[in-house]
């Protein structure tokens, strides 16, 4: 599992009419655990940034869509 993706489980009352979720996800964004921005930090090539989204690795998120 990604490092990126949290999980907890929701709170169910006792008087809830609703079907329980087992498990509830979340994505935190990596830009979350860097600071300022450190000097000489790796970069993608211009065509890998180009798929990436972004120019540094280490801002990289991957996008899972949910399968329904």
């Known amino acids: 599992m990604n490092s990126q ?4 489980v929701p709170f169910r009352g006792p008087f809830d009419p609703c079907p329980p979720l087992p498990c509830k ?3 935190i964004p990596p830009n979350q655990y ?3 921005q450190p000097p000489d930090l790796p970069q993608f090539s211009l ?3 180009l ?5 540094w690795p280490a801002l990289f998120s991957p996008y ?3 399968k329904c």
């Open 64 to 66: 899972e869509p949910k």
């Open 34 to 36: 860097l600071g300022f």
């Open 47 to 49: 065509p890998e940034a």
């Open 5 to 8: 993706i949290r999980s907890y």
């Open 25 to 27: 996800t979340y994505v």
């Open 51 to 55: 798929r990436a989204g972004t120019l």
